[in-house]
């Protein structure tokens, strides 16, 4: 057969198949799918019923306790709350409620926290004292005389700190600067260094509100 004979052929096949197409009802289609569905619903439905009722399952939670003969108190019923309802269950024992007690924050060694008043001081360091360093944070407080006499305990800030910042004291030098007093019980307090001026040189130890510069989060 030649090519020419194959293409007249399924052309005449195509025109065929669309006259056909066309003669066909529209809603034809639709009523098959419709058909196949329904058929595949019945199917399921005798599945369904062939299956027959399934038990629920029953939660793994104990009956209701009894204690003395006397049962469980109904749903819908209450016990008085002082009377006789609650007496069926006297061979229980009650549960103490826990006790709060509060902290009392004036405890021994501590101060409960108040905004600091800033104060300034000026004088000749006396002593210096490395503190904490047996808690690897080595805090320097220096002991300062003023010029009328008193003497201060000012902390500064630690020692690699005050290294970094080239602020480092040593006896009988004289310092200035501006502190912090949180505590206002003791009658002659430690104050912290806000800044400290050092032969001219002034360095930066807390920031405004008394915060150290030198945490792990302001280095």
């Known amino acids: 057969m030649k090519p020419e004979q194959w293409i007249t052929s399924l052309g005449l096949i195509f025109i065929i198949g669309l006259i056909i197409?066309?003669?066909?009802?529209?809603?034809?289609?639709?009523?098959?799918?419709?058909?196949?569905?329904?058929g595949v619903g019945h199917r399921l439905a005798?599945?369904?019923?062939?299956?027959?009722?399934?038990?629920?399952?029953q939660a793994p939670y104990p009956q209701q306790p009894t204690v003395a003969g006397a049962a469980w108190p109904q749903t819908g019923t209450a016990p008085d709350a002082m009377g006789g309802g609650m007496q069926q269950f006297s061979g229980l024992a009650t549960a103490p409620a826990p006790q709060v007690q509060a902290r009392n924050i004036a405890a021994v060694g501590l101060?409960?926290?108040e905004a600091g008043t800033t104060r300034r001081y000026e004088g000749q360091v006396q002593q210096i004292t490395?503190?904490?360093?047996d808690l690897d944070w080595s805090q320097v407080h220096i002991l300062v005389a003023d010029?009328?006499?008193?003497?201060?305990?000012?902390?500064?800030?630690?020692?690699?700190?005050?290294l970094y910042m080239?602020?480092?004291?040593?006896?009988?030098?004289?310092?200035?600067?501006l502190a912090f007093q949180f505590d206002r019980v003791t009658s002659n307090p430690v104050l912290y260094a806000k800044d400290i001026v050092i032969s001219?040189?002034?360095?930066?130890?807390?920031n405004d509100e008394g915060l150290a510069l030198w945490s792990n989060q302001l280095r």
């Open 21 to 38: 197409g066309a003669l066909l009802p529209d809603n034809f289609w639709d009523r098959q799918h419709q058909g196949g569905r329904n």
């Open 46 to 57: 005798h599945v369904v019923q062939d299956a027959g009722p399934v038990d629920a399952p």
């Open 111 to 113: 101060i409960p926290f």
């Open 130 to 133: 490395v503190r904490g360093a």
């Open 147 to 162: 010029p009328a006499g008193a003497a201060r305990e000012i902390s500064l800030a630690p020692d690699w700190y005050l």
């Open 166 to 177: 080239g602020c480092m004291v040593s006896q009988n030098t004289r310092v200035a600067g």
């Open 200 to 206: 001219g040189r002034k360095c930066q130890l807390r």
